[in-house]
T-cell receptor, first 115, second 108 residues
Framework: DAGVTQSPTHLIKTRGQHVTLRCSPISGHKSVSWYQQVLGQGPQFIFQ???????GRGNFPDRFSARQFPNYSSELNVNALLLGDSALYLC??????????????FGSGTRLTVV | GQQVMQIPQYQHVQEGEDFTTYCNSSTTLSNIQWYKQRPGGHPVFLIQ?????EVKKQKRLTFQFGEAKKNSSLHITATQTTDVGTYFC????????FGAGTRLTVKP
C-alpha cells in the first residue's frame, strides 16, 4: 500500500511565477493537510481539506490556494512567488482530519526554491 | 488555532545521557501529538496524548500530558545516535499546529 506521495520532489522557480504542488493521500484517507516548513522551523499550517471541502486555513496570503479532487488527491497552488516562499512543502494524510490517535502521515515533501 | 511553544530549541547530549523537551500552551489542549523528523526527512508520528495526566512509554521514550492539559513533555532515557533529529509537539483541534521543535544532536 503506497504512502503519501508528493510531486515534484524538487522545484526551482523564478520570482513572480506560479507553482502547483501535488499530493496523493494514503488509500482510504479522505483528509489532506498542507504545511510549509522553512529550514530550521516547525511546519506551518496552510490548509486542510476533507471530503473536497476546505476545513481550515492558516495565516497565509491569498496567493496560496488549494483544492481536493473526488479521488481525495490535492493540489496546492502558489501565485506570484516570492523569495520567502522557498521552503519544504509537506502534505499530510489522515482518515478524517481529526486523526483519532493515529496521527498524520506525511509525504516526503516538495522542496521549492524561488530565485 | 492552538499555539504551542517548545523548549529548548536545541539540545546537544553525549550518547547515554537523557534528553527532555517541553511543550507549553496558554490554552487547554484537546490532545497533543509528538512527531520526530530526521535530518533531511519528514515528520513521523510518534504518539498522541488525550487524557489529563496521561503517561505513555515507547521503549526509551516517555511522553507526559499535564494535569491541566496545557503542557507536555517527551523524555528519552540513555540517548543513542539513532535518536538524532528534531522533535515536534503538535496541538490538534480542527487542524494540527506544530511547535518550533527541539533539535537533538548526540555525540557518540
Amino acid at each position: 500500500d503506497a504512502g503519501v506521495t508528493q510531486s515534484p520532489t524538487h522545484l526551482i522557480k523564478t520570482r513572480g511565477q506560479h507553482v502547483t504542488l501535488r499530493c496523493s493521500p494514503i488509500s482510504g484517507h479522505k483528509s489532506v493537510s498542507w504545511y510549509q516548513q522553512v529550514l530550521g522551523q516547525g511546519p506551518q499550517f496552510i490548509f486542510q481539506y476533507y471530503e473536497k471541502e476546505e476545513r481550515g486555513r492558516g495565516n497565509f496570503p491569498d496567493r496560496f490556494s488549494a483544492r481536493q479532487f473526488p479521488n481525495y488527491s490535492s493540489e496546492l497552488n502558489v501565485n506570484a512567488l516570492l523569495l520567502g516562499d522557498s521552503a519544504l512543502y509537506l502534505c499530510a494524510s489522515s482518515l478524517s482530519g481529526t486523526t483519532r490517535g493515529r496521527g498524520y502521515t506525511f509525504g516526503s515533501g516538495t522542496r521549492l526554491t524561488v530565485v | 488555532g492552538q499555539q504551542v511553544m517548545q523548549i529548548p530549541q536545541y539540545q546537544h547530549v553525549q550518547e547515554g545521557e537523557d534528553f527532555t523537551t517541553y511543550c507549553n500552551s496558554s490554552t487547554t489542549l484537546s490532545n497533543i501529538q509528538w512527531y520526530k523528523q530526521r535530518p533531511g526527512g519528514h515528520p513521523v508520528f510518534l504518539i498522541q496524548l488525550v487524557k489529563s495526566g496521561e503517561v505513555k512509554k515507547q521503549k526509551r521514550l516517555t511522553f507526559q500530558f499535564g494535569e491541566a492539559k496545557k503542557n507536555s513533555s517527551l523524555h528519552i532515557t540513555a540517548t543513542q545516535t539513532t535518536d538524532v533529529g528534531t522533535y515536534f509537539c503538535a496541538a490538534n483541534n480542527n487542524d494540527m499546529r506544530f511547535g518550533a521543535g527541539t533539535r537533538l544532536t548526540v555525540k557518540p
